[in-house]
């Protein structure tokens, strides 16, 4: 791979903190049966703005692997040295994702090996060669082919019992194949299918690939102004394919990954991120330009230490169900219930309470992000 060396663009680094402001908001509410629609994830088919956060990570993850792969091969990295230094960054996401997993009951029989930090490890890791190896056409080639391979075996490899090309809850092929290696471990809410599987990882990878495309156009001897249109254009046409294959291929599914949903969510990937760069890297207008860098600013926080604020949260979401506080009548309550009991209380309705709640969550994670930024505590890996 190479490329030509890149200054760090702040509006990755805002585009970064939005999706993990973002994440943390939907994944911390008061009340779980109270929730703005946008707010959750579809069913099943369909989408919602929750459900483009997942694949907003692995296409940031993709344009900041170009970006960072350019400095290196720039400063004379060989290609091993970048495979290793992925494959190291990868092994350790994928641990940081399987503690979170583990703690706090540490069952071992039981524990989930699937996740989203595993996913980001897993996409990182099989993504790694085709980066490296391969220029904008072979990695084109590689989406193709990945895409093809999951619709293949999700459409017409029959499942045992139950057939070929079902795609219903437990009864796809990815969800066969995930019980057959993974019974017992897999997403204890359903036990019979992981929305992290081995198989959808597949169109996953191509999640991350097209950020790649997306960092190397970053990259690229063109007009700043003419990158940004370019990106909009894309971005509309990818959504545009996502909605033309949810109608003749695979529904828009995030827990499939199907292709559909994969062109989609790059789709507005793209948009963002076009936004983004355009505000903070490309306009002319100082005056515009410093107005958003303002405003701007506590994404650009959170986005610098994003995976350690991602796994912080979690953990603390974790120990507020897991620690539980004796009541007066004698009964244990878990402390993230008696955090919310005076939130639920104001007269807002149980929606707003339950965003409130998320809310001032968020910020308290937000502080812990803007006390590490400014002790210059970056936690990289």
């Known amino acids: 791979m190479k490329v030509p060396a890149s200054p760090r663009l702040l509006s990755l680094d805002a585009f970064r903190g ?171 809410q359903s036990k019979t299918w992981d929305p992290e599987g081995l198989v959808s990882t597949l169109p ?47 529904p828009i599914n995030k827990a499939l990954w199907t292709p559909s949903y994969c062109f989609l969510s790059t789709g507005f990937a793209l948009l963002f991120l076009a936004a983004f760069y355009w505000l903070l890297d490309v306009n002319p207008y100082p005056a515009v330009r410093a107005a958003a860098a303002r405003w701007s600013k506590p994404f650009v926080i959170y986005g610098m230490n994003a995976l350690f604020i991602f796994a912080f949260s979690g953990l603390v979401a974790k120990m507020l169900g897991f620690i539980k506080l004796a009541q007066p009548d004698g009964t244990l309550a878990p402390l993230g219930k008696l955090l919310y009991a005076p939130i639920r209380a104001l007269p807002l309705g149980p929606v707003n309470t339950s965003l409130l709640y998320a809310v001032l969550f968020n910020l308290c994670m937000f502080a812990l992000a803007w006390g590490m930024w400014r002790r210059r505590w970056f936690v990289k890996v």
């Open 204 to 250: 996953a990878i191509c999640s991350q690939l097209f950020g790649v495309l997306a960092g190397r156009w970053l990259l690229a001897q063109v007009p700043r102004t003419e990158q940004t249109v370019w990106l909009l254009l894309a971005g509309l046409l990818f959504a545009w394919l996502g909605t033309v294959f949810d109608a003749i291929l695979m």
């Open 18 to 188: 939005f999706t993990i402001a973002a994440m943390v908001l939907v994944n911390n509410p008061g009340d779980w049966g109270n929730l703005y629609p946008q707010l959750e994830h579809a069913k099943w088919n369909g989408w919602t703005f929750t459900d483009l956060i997942f694949p907003f990570f692995l296409f940031i993850g993709g344009v900041s692997m170009a970006l960072s792969l350019g400095r290196l091969a720039e400063a004379g990295a060989s290609k091993p040295q970048l495979l290793r230094k992925l494959a190291r960054r990868a092994a350790l996401i994928f641990l940081i994702g399987f503690l979170l997993n583990l703690i706090p009951y540490f069952n071992w029989p039981h524990v989930r090996i699937p996740g989203v930090l595993q996913r980001i490890a897993l996409c990182t890791l099989l993504s790694a060669p085709i980066v490296v190896y391969f220029r904008w056409r072979g990695q084109l080639a590689w989406i193709a082919g990945l895409l093809t391979l999951y619709s293949v075996l999700m459409l017409c490899v029959p499942v045992p019992g139950i057939g070929a090309g079902v795609l219903e809850p437990g009864r796809d092929f990815g969800a066969w194949v995930d019980r057959m290696l993974m019974d017992g471990h897999l997403w204890v």
